[in-house]
């Protein structure tokens, strides 16, 4: 069990860190297939470079938020020469500890009327 | 398909591999193949794509990268590696200080350097354009200046200069609301201020054409300092009428803050349009200075057109002055310009070229002793790197990569030299203003004011060298940290690898450190010994008992009134007690001000070539050669009767009557000085000027009776020389005249001190012995660190002798010639280098041999003392090993 003072010590992530731990959420994926999935998720919006991203998973590296896997995905999308990436269980609870962090503020907001409480689509 | 061998790789992969090695090494080696795969393959996506919008991201995302994440990377490294280092160093405090310290002694000394090349040559003039002003000076005869005829011919070289102007720095006394101050006075010509481009921080400056007519109404512009330390920025000043030496000036305004003046040695107070000449001379033939091309005294400074280069403007110059040398061959024969960059001139062009190599070789010294320090802390950290080899080996069987850890000790290396420098400019600073302050006191005559304040440019600087030496410093440890085997030092522990040729490298290190002290405390020993023999020598009169007080009665008195001014306060000095006798003298032998003039006997030598000698000029009075022990050899001495009314009479020295008149009498013969013509009634013997090292120098004595020169000093003889007596003169010229202000009472020695004669002994002195006290201790330093380090690599087979039964003597007489060994090769390659350094002093020592035994022993000596107690204390250290824990750490 992760303590919540361990976790407070990583907050709050920076977008582009939260971004990348959230595209790993579903899956083992390496450097540029989590480049292009925040690119599509964010409808563009939030665009990572190659230098940017290493910088970011060397950090989480450091930080024990992401481990480098060698277990392959299906042999037909593997590919040998890339590293694949996996969210650490500490990486999974940090990520969530931002996520609440940011809805607490949104509850926040929308309490004081800042924003409207839903949307109609 | 593939043809085999290597691909030649496309620019697009080389672009690639040229981004990826713009980040750390650390981050290469984990990150570098996927980056440079992940780019390759957005690289190939763009192009697929054939949009220009894929591209654009893409060269976005590459940008954002080599400027923004790589530098961000390099950061992160390093803040960590100098937090890494920072406490390590605060691990180790004793060591952290005295390596700090050590740095910061040499960081010092060229800090001071620095800010001293830098008021001498580079900090460019706060004008416009600085970079275009050139200076024109005639390199042959004194004093390097042109005439003003001159200065307007190369003016109208217009196809290389914008426009030139002209400047002569004068004392002078400023009266304003009766308060007199003596200052100097910047003579410039009409378009000095226009062509440099300063403006005005109150009111307007000297204007093109202004006070070019004669009778024009006298102005006058203050400098922005004078403004503040005597006005308190008072605005209404101007406008005021300013008696300057008595006759009345308008304030027209102020210069700008940041403009001191062209002058780099003087401290400028005031600008008067070079036509009010005549204020600064009562002597008729004031203004023909304006026309006559023999009378050289402007510095002069031009402004380049754009786009000329110096060598086109010297070549146009010379052809200028070869033009006049033809027209004008009496005064002009001689004259070779030098042309050079306005930052080459200072003081003054004719100072600024040996002041440049001067400053230079001090700067090289300084660096020589900058060298040493930062290869002593080298010394120190292989010292604690030898303790510190299990930390080493452990951080590298942790993953820490060679290239890391070498780093690792160039970050520590250089946190200790940036520290230093952190120390050094402060003191600097301080020692900058102390310095300054000091050179205003020595004399009152010409405000002494050189700013060798250390600005941006100098910490700049500072900070440039310090990282330089940081990485002397901690290169050698860095290159042990990487050689070093792991295994062996974790089994070893504190012994590290016993590396023969470093050893090597550092006992040479230390036979360099004992040589150059050796050279430059024998150098400054020398200088010291040459002070004491030179306050001992004959200087063609007795400086014991004298005592001088300058005064400045100024041209508004007119010569009778202040012959009689003059008269009165000898008479009643002269009848004070204790005193033997009083005279006056224009300017006191061997000062920082002295006059000359162009001399000519009645009969002018018929060789073609002959040139009129330069001889130094005084104006005594009757009782000066009595009150300064001056002997007359021919002739007779000035009488009262060599006054005003009488025939111009003129005493000249041995030295000019063996000149002019070799093997004849010279009484009764005639000679011209600067266009006058005096006979000559007496040969007074030969004495030192100018400097206490020249060969025996012609020289004139005029009547002061005749002369009546606006500025003079009175020299007392005194059987008693108390403190009473410079207040009995204050009061006597108090009483025979409250407005005529009192300057520079002191005595003779003190005088001597301060001027020509032995303020360069006394500086050069001090700095060389300074900077050899500087290497002594950084010698011993290095010594100690190399012993240090020595015995500590020896720790298991000292511990074994002593379980042998050897007794502590034996240690310490081993380790003791082991860094004698050193320090004897050191004295013996310091004695061939200072020999060979001397050779360069001899034409300043006095009374001493370049090759003095005495010096040469007393500093070998002094040398050898310090060696061996920097060496005993470690040696001493390792006696009380304790056999048993020397042995088990086996």
């Known amino acids: ?121 | 398909m593939s043809a085999g061998g290597r691909r030649p790789r496309s620019r697009a992969e080389r672009v690639i591999g040229a981004l990826v090695r713009l980040f750390p090494f650390d981050f290469r080696a984990d990150y570098g193949r996927d980056l440079e795969q992940t780019l390759r393959t957005q690289h190939r996506d763009a192009r697929r794509e054939k949009s220009a919008g894929a591209w654009l991201t893409l060269c976005s995302d590459v940008l954002r990268d080599v400027t923004m994440t790589a530098p961000r990377e390099h950061l992160a490294i390093l803040r960590q590696d100098a937090g890494y280092a920072l406490r390590a160093l605060r691990r180790a405090p004793i060591f952290t200080v005295s390596a700090v310290l050590t740095l910061a002694l040499g960081m010092s000394a060229m800090t001071a350097m620095i800010a001293v090349m830098n008021a001498v040559m580079f900090r460019p003039l706060p004008v416009e354009r600085p970079e275009e002003l050139i200076s024109i000076s005639n390199q042959t005869g004194e004093p390097f200046a042109l005439s003003y005829p001159d200065l307007q011919d190369y003016r109208s070289r217009t196809e290389v200069l914008a426009d030139a102007l002209g400047y002569s720095p004068r004392p002078g006394a400023i009266n304003v609301d009766g308060t007199t101050d003596r200052v100097t006075i910047e003579l410039v010509t009409d378009n000095y201020f226009s062509l440099l481009g300063v403006t005005p921080a109150a009111g307007r400056l000297i204007q093109p054409n202004e006070g070019r007519a004669r009778g024009d109404a006298p102005v006058l512009v203050l400098a922005h300092t004078y403004w503040v330390s005597r006005f308190g920025r008072d605005p209404s000043v101007i406008g005021k009428v300013a008696r300057v030496n008595g006759r009345p000036f308008t304030i027209i305004g102020v210069t700008s803050p940041s403009f001191r003046s062209t002058e780099s040695l003087v401290r400028i107070s005031a600008f008067v349009p070079a036509w009010m000449y005549d204020v600064f001379s009562d002597t008729p033939v004031a203004l023909s200075r304006f026309e006559d091309r023999s009378a050289r005294w402007f510095s002069v400074l031009a402004r380049l057109n754009p786009g000329v280069s110096l060598a086109e403007a010297r070549a146009a110059l010379d052809v200028r002055a070869a033009a006049l040398a033809r027209d004008f061959p009496a005064t002009h024969k001689d004259v070779v310009l030098r042309v050079v960059p306005e930052t080459h001139t200072r003081p003054t062009p004719q100072l600024g070229a040996s002041l440049r190599v001067a400053s230079t070789v001090l700067a090289g010294l300084a660096a020589l002793v900058l060298l040493i320090t930062s290869a002593n802390v080298a010394n120190l950290l292989l010292a604690r790197g030898a303790s510190r080899g299990r930390e080493v080996a452990l951080r590298s069987a942790l993953g820490a990569r060679r290239g890391r850890i070498m780093r690792q000790f160039l970050t520590e290396g250089m946190m200790l030299a940036l520290l230093g420098a952190l120390v050094a400019v402060p003191i600097v600073i301080a020692a900058m203003r102390a310095l300054m302050t000091f050179m205003a006191g020595v004399s009152s005559v010409a405000a002494i004011d050189p700013d060798f304040s250390v600005d941006l440019r100098v910490i700049g600087a500072v900070f440039v060298m310090a990282i330089g030496s940081g990485v002397v410093a901690g290169l050698a440890p860095a290159l042990w940290a990487c050689r070093a085997d792991p295994g062996e030092m974790v089994k070893s522990g504190a012994r590290g690898n016993t590396d023969q040729s470093s050893g090597r490298m550092r006992g040479a290190l230390v036979v360099v450190q004992v040589a150059l002290s050796l050279a430059l405390l024998v150098c400054g020993g020398l200088l010291v010994r040459s002070l004491d023999h030179a306050r001992d020598l004959n200087l063609g009169f007795e400086p014991d008992g004298m005592f001088l007080a300058s005064v400045m009665p100024g041209p508004q008195y007119g010569a009778a009134n202040r012959l009689a001014f003059y008269e009165n306060v000898r008479a009643t000095i002269a009848s004070s007690p204790d005193v033997e006798q009083a005279a006056w003298i224009s300017f006191p032998p061997l000062g920082i001000v002295g006059e000359i003039a162009q001399v000519t006997p009645d009969a002018k030598p018929t060789d073609p070539d002959w040139r009129p000698p330069i001889a130094n000029e005084v104006d005594v009075s009757p009782d000066y050669f009595a009150t300064a022990h001056v002997r007359i050899v021919q002739g007779r001495g000035f009488e009262n009767r060599d006054g005003l009314a009488g025939p111009p009479v003129v005493v000249i020295n041995e030295t000019l009557a063996a000149m002019f008149w070799p093997n004849q009498n010279p009484i009764g013969h005639s000679l011209t000085a600067d266009g006058r013509t005096l006979e000559v009634i007496g040969v007074a013997q030969n004495g030192k000027y100018r400097s206490i090292s020249e060969t025996p120098q012609p020289a004139i004595f005029n009547a002061l009776h005749q002369t009546t020169p606006s500025i003079a000093t009175l020299a007392v003889r005194t059987t008693r020389p108390s403190p009473a007596l410079a207040a009995t003169i204050r009061q006597v010229i108090r009483q025979v005249d409250p407005d005529v202000s009192v300057f520079d009472v002191r005595s003779m020695t003190t005088h001597l001190d301060n001027g020509m004669a032995f303020f360069v002994y006394r500086v050069g002195a001090l700095m060389t012995s300074l900077f050899g006290a500087m290497g002594m201790l950084l010698a011993s330093v290095g010594l100690y660190g190399m012993i240090s380090y020595h015995v500590s690599q020896r720790t298991q087979e000292i511990g074994l002798r002593m379980a042998l039964g050897a007794r502590a003597a034996d240690i310490i007489r081993d380790v003791l010639s082991h860094s004698g060994r050193f320090a004897l090769m050191g004295i013996a390659a310091g004695a061939v280098l200072s020999a060979a350094l001397a050779q360069l002093l001899q034409g300043v020592l006095v009374g001493v041999s370049s090759l003095d035994p005495l010096t040469y022993l007393a500093v070998a000596g002094m040398l050898v003392a310090i060696c061996l107690i920097a060496s005993f204390i470690p040696a001493r250290r390792a006696t009380v090993v304790d056999p048993l824990t020397a042995l088990r750490a086996e």
Do not use: C, Q, W
Not at chain 1, 31 to 51: H, M, P, Q
Not at chain 1, 58 to 73: Q, S, Y
Not at chain 1, 80 to 87: M, N
């Open chain 1, 1 to 121: 069990m992760t303590s919540r003072a361990r976790l407070e010590a990583f907050l709050p992530l920076t977008p582009p860190m939260l971004h990348t731990l959230v595209a790993l959420a579903d899956g083992d994926k390496h450097g540029y297939a989590i480049i292009k999935e925040i690119a599509r998720r964010t409808d563009n919006s939030v665009r990572l470079s190659a230098g940017t991203l290493y910088a970011l998973i060397r950090r989480a590296e450091a930080d024990g938020l992401i481990v480098e896997t060698d277990d392959r995905p299906d042999i037909a999308l593997d590919d040998e020469r890339r590293r694949y990436y996996r969210l650490t269980p500490l990486g999974r609870s940090v990520a969530a500890a931002e996520i609440e962090r940011l809805e607490s503020i949104v509850e926040m907001a929308r309490a004081k009327k800042l924003v409207p409480r839903s949307r109609s689509i």
